[in-house]
C-alpha cells in the first residue's frame, strides 16, 4: 500500500458550540420542536455522535438515530415529507442524494467533517485522473462530488467485503479519505491501495500508549475501537467495527466493562443495549496527543436545540440542495454498494 502525503497536517478552526440552555429552556425547545415537526410534516433522523439530548429527541418524535447511510435509507422510507438531519453537512447530502424528491434540512449547514474538509473533490479527482488504471473506492464519509467521481461507495462495515472482491478481481484502488480505515483494509485484505491522507480529528487523537495504561487500571475490561483509529490502536481492540458493529458487539461481549474508542455521543445507544454495564471512554491522551476533539466532534456538537427550531421555522439557508446531475452520478456508486450487499446477503450499515 502506497500513502499519500495529502492534508494529514491540516488543523481545522473549530466552530462555535451551541448556547448553553437551562432546564426549563430545553424543555420548552423540545415542545416547541415536537409542534413543529408535526406541523411541518418533518421527520428528525441524528447520528449516533449527536449529544445524547438529541438524540432521545429523535426517539421521542418518531424519528431515528443510526450512521448517516441507514439515516437516509430511514428517511428515504418514512411518509414525512421533510428530513430534518441532525449530523454533519455529508449526510444531509447522502439523505438528499437517496430521497431528491424530499425536502431535507439541517440545523446549520456548517456543520463539516475532517474527512470532508481534506478531500476537496477538484484534488482528488484530479489525482484519479493521474491514476487512471485504479478503481476508486470512497468512504461515505464525503461530499457528494467525491461521491460522483468515485467507482464505489462503502461504509466501515462493507469496505473490507467490497474491497476484497475487487482484489480477486485484479483492481487496483485508490482510497479515500480515511487513512487509518483504508490501511486497516488493505490490512485486512492485502489488496493494492493508493491510500489519500485524509484522518477523522476525533478518532486520529486515540493513543496507544495512553490506552494501554487505562487497561492496566481497567484489566477485565474488553477494548472496542473504531478503524478509523490510529493501527496501534486497533491492534489493542477486542472488537474492532462501525458504530452500529460497536453497539451489537458492546452487548454480546461477556465483559461487565467496556472501554470504547470512538465519539462519546455512541454512549447514548450503547448504554440502552449494555444495562450493568460500566463503558469507559478511550483516553485522546498520551505521546502526541492535543485533544483537540477530546472523542466528541465539535461539528456533531453543533446540533443543538435552538438550531433545529430555528430550521423547522424557517428553512431558508437550512436546506440542503444537490445538483441533479451530480445526484445522478453520486447515485452510480452507492447502488452498485447496495446491489452488492444485497446479492451477498450483507448489511450495510456502519459509516462513522
Known sequence: MLELEFFNESIYPFPPKPLKLDEQQRSEYKERIKRLLIEKDAVLVAHYYTDPE????????????????????????????????????????????????????????????SLDLGCPEKEFSEFCDQHPEHTVVVYANTSAAVKARADWVVTSSIAV?????????????????????????AKQ???????????????DEFKAKALRQLKIQYPNAAILVHPESPESVVAMADAVGSTSQLIAA??????????????????????????????????????????????????????????????????????????????????????????FAQSNKLKVKGNA
Open 54 to 113: 438529541i438524540q432521545a429527541l429523535a426517539e421521542e418524535t418518531g424519528g431515528c438515530v443510526a450512521d448517516s447511510l441507514e439515516m437516509a435509507r430511514f428517511g428515504n422510507n418514512h411518509p414525512a415529507k421533510t428530513l430534518l438531519v441532525a449530523g454533519v453537512r455529508f449526510m444531509g447530502e447522502t439523505a438528499k442524494i437517496l430521497t431528491p424528491e424530499k425536502t431535507v434540512i439541517m440545523p446549520t449547514l456548517e456543520a463539516t467533517c
Open 161 to 185: 467485503d467490497v474491497v476484497e472482491h475487487l482484489d480477486a478481481e485484479g483492481h487496483k484502488i485508490i482510497w479515500a479519505p480515511d487513512k487509518h480505515l483504508g490501511g486497516y483494509v
Open 189 to 203: 485484505t492485502g489488496a493494492e491501495m493508493l491510500l489519500w491522507q485524509g484522518a477523522c480529528i476525533v478518532h
Open 250 to 339: 458492546a452487548q454480546h461481549l461477556p465483559n461487565k466493562q467496556l472501554i470504547v474508542a470512538t465519539d462519546k455521543g455512541i454512549f447514548y445507544k450503547m448504554q440502552q443495549v449494555c444495562e450493568g454495564k460500566e463503558l469507559i471512554e478511550a483516553p485522546t491522551g498520551g505521546n502526541g496527543a492535543t485533544c483537540r476533539s477530546c472523542a466528541h466532534c465539535p461539528w456533531m456538537a453543533m446540533n443543538g436545540l435552538q438550531s433545529i427550531e430555528e430550521a423547522l421555522v424557517d428553512a431558508n439557508g437550512k436546506e440542503v440542495f444537490v445538483d441533479e446531475a451530480l445526484i445522478e452520478k453520486a447515485l452510480i456508486p452507492l447502488n452498485r454498494m447496495l446491489g
